[in-house]
């Protein structure tokens, strides 16, 4: 069997062009891209080609409960690079209610035959809170609560990830006065799964560790909250491209005013990146081109991944100020007033600094949706300061 230069299965490789239509080289840049996000060492990307093009694809059985299926959605509306076929090209989804064509019985006999062809070794990704409230009747598929489905389909689980705010902590169904006591995956289990929050959540962050259970057999590093730690161990505001702008004291007072249209921080107007953990900055989010995550759009990032800021926090109040580390760039002694830190900026102090974020600019340019580092962003080619805007304190 031949081999290529990435010591990836060269035949699985052609079967995989084949399968997805895509090149040989967008595939191994997509390896390089998910190896890049997780910080992996050098060849971990040939043994994430070797893995996806050769290995069996793991069983998926993917549980939707209290939600609005965004997480889905994000999942399989992505285009770089075709991202909805690499996802279900390396998962063999044998569950999944929004996907399926057939409904009823017959879904249901799918879903126990996968997990009983594959007891002990299926993935089960669950999407949506468990309403818990008066034995969890506010939530029922095929005549099984979702508690019950929960209990059930985890007890044979290789590994449970949970996918979107809704399924890690409660999200938007928990809000107060929660009246059908949504709950997160872990409390309903009573312990600790893999989370991969945001609302909705960024579908590299969820294939990336995926990929990492296919490649290494084993779930990423995860925090005490059971987030991959390559993703959700720093703030957003650690990483923001406006964060010179809050350094500098300049700050956008009013939607539209003269700071918001020059890309000046959002603090003022309730940015939650301050007390969020999340790695939305570097690794971008959606396919609307280059700066296409929250604060680069000119909203203040609402805090979507973060338990006790999103959905609990009014998305106008000052965020409190976390920031215990220094940020990935400052602005220079003479800055050209307005202007942010680049991605390139970005970059290079990440990357000085050992920080993943470097790599993940390098994964968001490899994969398209950054054609120019630090050029043509919106919020990063203002020139003067907005009259107001001056230096005040946050
Ligand atoms: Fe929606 Fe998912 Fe938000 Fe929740 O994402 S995008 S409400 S996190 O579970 O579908
Ligand atoms: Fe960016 Fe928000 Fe921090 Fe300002 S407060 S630097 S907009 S994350
Ligand atoms: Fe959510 Fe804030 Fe990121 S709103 S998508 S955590 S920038």
Not at 338 to 349: C, I
């Amino acid at each position: 069997m031949s081999r290529n230069e990435h010591g990836g299965n060269g035949d699985g490789i052609a079967a995989v062009e084949k399968r997805l239509g895509i090149s040989r080289r967008s595939f191994l840049q997509f390896c390089t891209a998910m190896a890049a996000t997780m910080g992996l060492p050098k060849g971990a990307d040939a043994a994430i080609a070797s893995a996806v093009a050769s290995k069996k694809r793991p069983s998926v059985i993917w549980l939707h409960f209290q939600e609005c299926t965004g997480c889905t959605e994000s999942m399989l509306r992505a285009e770089h690079p075709t991202l909805e076929k690499l996802i279900l090209d390396v998962i063999s989804l044998d569950y999944h209610e929004t996907l399926f064509a057939a409904a009823g019985h017959q879904v249901e006999a799918a879903r126990k035959a996968a997990m009983a062809a594959n007891k002990g070794k299926y993935l089960l990704v669950v999407e949506g809170a468990i309403p818990t409230k008066d034995n969890g009747v506010y939530c029922k598929i095929g005549g099984q609560t979702a508690l019950e489905l929960l209990k059930e389909c985890a007890a044979d689980a290789a590994a449970v990830i949970a996918i979107g705010s809704c399924a890690s902590w409660g999200g938007m169904p928990s809000t107060g006065p929660n009246p059908t006591g949504a709950s997160s995956v872990s409390d309903v289990l009573g312990k600790t799964v893999a989370t991969i929050p945001g609302c909705p959540p960024n579908p590299y962050n969820f294939l990336s560790t995926v990929v990492h259970f296919l490649t290494f057999g084993k779930l990423p590093e995860l925090d005490g909250k059971g987030r991959p730690k390559f993703a959700y161990s720093r703030l957003v505001h650690d990483n923001c491209e406006r964060r010179a702008h809050f350094d500098a004291g300049r700050f956008a007072m009013e939607f539209g005013d003269e700071g918001h249209r020059k890309g000046y921080c959002l603090y003022k107007l309730g940015c939650k990146g301050p007390e969020t953990y999340s790695n939305c900055p570097t690794i971008l989010f959606g396919d609307v081109g280059c700066a296409s995550w929250p604060v680069a759009t000119g909203h203040p990032c609402i805090g979507c991944t973060e338990q006790g800021v999103g959905f609990a926090k009014p998305i106008h109040a000052l965020a409190e100020l976390k920031n215990t580390v220094p940020p990935v760039s400052y602005p220079r002694v003479s800055e050209e007033r307005g202007k942010g830190a680049s991605l390139g900026a970005v970059a290079v102090v990440a990357a000085a600094g050992g920080a993943v974020a470097g790599s993940v600019v390098t994964m968001a340019k490899n994969l398209g949706k950054c054609p120019s580092a630090g050029g043509g962003c919106p919020s990063q080619s203002a020139d003067k300061p907005a009259a107001g805007s001056e230096r005040k304190e946050p």
